[in-house]
């Protein structure tokens, strides 16, 4: 059709072919240009991840990454990068060195400020590589090069059918909790449960040409099911992260900030009667992740700010609760009693007992007879073995008793003989809030509970605020003052370092971060 028109021009306003070509390509070039210079001010991000998984540890079920997401605007670099690991050093097979030397590395090779650099954990107990610091600086180094110009969507998904509450209200006033370590109370015991957070705070990066490049997703829930083979696992969000990039384009990067867990557990957590597995758990989550992500509508935004300080915390001091506990470890050894039964005894007895309570030793026209004959031979019999199932049962809940004393006893005296070593009465823990266009968050380096999240979404300001402990550190758990009040009854206010006032301390100071976002 070109060369027509052309055919129809005047020959001394024809263009020659070379020059019709240079023509064309200069007007390609405009119309590219004008499009680069409308992104010059959006935000530019990056992706990239790295395998971490220690395949020396024993059979591998599924990978672990260590995922990095750089962004950049013409002032500001940052780092968010989310480890399928445990915690960020203190406990598990990331050393305390961890978070230094990643900052170090980044900041010499590739001049980003350490307060830039945001490192969460996903808190699966998954076996991470020993040289996972200097594959965590290879996957930001990566994602560092390959920045593209983003348009940026929030949203908000809906999942609860795959975590509940492992805190039990207890009748007494105390609280328990859900854990393998030791048994449940009595059901009868039971008054309620805590409450769970279901919304998934949804970050979407989308490249102009409408592909997605990465998903940030935060939700709050222990990864910590495992797989019926046994093997390592990034577990729930390993499983759900794969549904979402799977789902999306060919190379889109679903990274995982874990969020309030505390005291969330895997739902049916101390099931029997099923083969523990955490992919059904995670494409659940994964699933519901993108009904919400294809709702979201990315746009050009370059708004993008950092806030990161230091709060000092004070330290709780378990002297008299230590004090407290060791009285009724010794009052529960002391009660417990002597009984005729053992185990091989006592549970045919509880089954016979328990089918027939008029007449459990034999059938009841041998009872009937006794009664004829004025003799009361299996009557007494059952009372003599009513009694001894009711002493082999109390000693059974007080052993159960006993070894949630003894479990929780153990982490308050080490975290009281911490507090000792420390010579200090406060911590100083790393706070970040973060804001990418209509996505905020803010950050903290424990477990905290799922309150203290449920509490900073209510008073935030900015109606997409998300919360991720797990986050630059780890200081064990971080209950509200309320669950402190229960000190030695439940994992998270045991295995604690930290006074009832904290929580009012950083709420303000969350506050007034997320006020200057």
């Not at 998904?157 to 109370?185: C, F, Q, T, W």
Request: glycine share 8%; net charge neutral; aromatic share 6%.
């Amino acid at each position: 059709m070109t060369n027509a028109i052309l055919r129809r021009v005047p020959p001394q306003l024809a263009i020659p072919c070379a020059t019709r070509f240079l023509f064309f390509a200069a007007i390609v070039w405009n119309v590219g240009s004008t499009s680069l210079i409308g992104h010059a001010a959006s935000l530019r991000a990056g992706v990239a991840k790295v395998d971490i998984t220690d395949r020396q540890a024993g059979p591998v079920n599924d990978p672990l990454y260590v995922k990095a997401l750089v962004l950049k605007t013409n002032t500001t670099t940052a780092v968010l990068v989310t480890v399928d690991a445990v915690a960020i050093g203190e406990i598990g097979h990331i050393k305390n060195d961890y978070l230094p030397k990643v900052r170090a590395q980044l900041e010499q090779q590739l001049g980003i400020a350490p307060s830039q650099v945001l490192i969460n954990a996903s808190h699966c107990h998954g076996i991470v590589s020993a040289d996972v610091d200097a594959r965590t600086v290879e996957a930001v180094k990566k994602a560092a090069e390959n920045l593209v110009p983003v348009k940026i969507g929030v949203g908000v998904g809906h999942e609860d059918r795959i975590m509940e509450n492992r805190r039990l209200k207890l009748k007494s006033g105390k609280e328990a909790d859900v854990r393998h370590a030791y048994a449940l109370p009595p059901d009868e015991e039971v008054a309620e449960v805590g409450p769970v957070d279901p919304q998934i705070g949804l970050l979407r990066l989308d490249r102009f040409d409408g592909s997605t490049l990465a998903v940030v997703y935060n939700f709050a829930c222990h990864p910590i099911q495992g797989v019926p083979s046994g093997g390592n696992t990034a577990d729930i969000v390993g499983f759900a992260s794969k549904v979402i990039e799977e789902n999306l384009n060919a190379d889109t990067l679903a990274l995982f900030l874990q969020g309030c867990g505390g005291d969330i557990n895997p739902v049916m957590y101390k099931d029997v009667e099923n083969v523990r597995s955490a992919e059904p758990l995670g494409n659940m989550l994964g699933l519901s992740a993108l009904q919400a992500l294809r709702k979201i509508e990315c746009r050009e935004d370059a708004r993008f700010k950092w806030v990161s300080e230091t709060l000092a915390l004070p330290r709780g001091d378990r002297s008299e609760r230590i004090f407290q506990l060791e009285a009724e470890q010794q009052r529960l050894m002391k009660s417990l009693g002597g009984t005729s039964l053992n185990l091989k005894t006592f549970l045919p007895l509880v089954v016979k007992y328990n089918l027939s309570g008029e007449f459990p030793a034999y059938y009841s026209h041998r009872y009937l007879l006794d009664d004829k004959l004025g003799r009361n031979d299996l009557s007494r019999l059952d009372a003599e073995n009513r009694r001894n199932m009711n002493a082999y049962i109390n000693n059974i809940h007080t052993m159960e008793e006993l070894t949630r004393v003894n479990t929780n006893l153990a982490l308050l005296r080490k975290h009281q003989q911490s507090l000792v070593d420390s010579g200090k009465r406060t911590i100083d823990v790393e706070l970040a809030a973060v804001r990418v266009g209509d996505f905020v968050l803010t950050t903290f380096p424990g477990e905290l509970t799922v309150r203290i999240g449920l509490n900073i979404k209510e008073r935030s300001p900015h109606s997409h605020t998300f919360v991720a402990g797990y986050t630059n550190g780890y200081i064990y758990y971080a209950p509200t003052a309320d669950q402190l009040a229960n000190v030695g009854g439940a994992q998270e206010d045991s295995d604690c370092i930290l006074d009832p006032q904290w929580q009012q301390v950083y709420e303000v100071k969350v506050a007034e971060m997320l006020g200057k976002l």
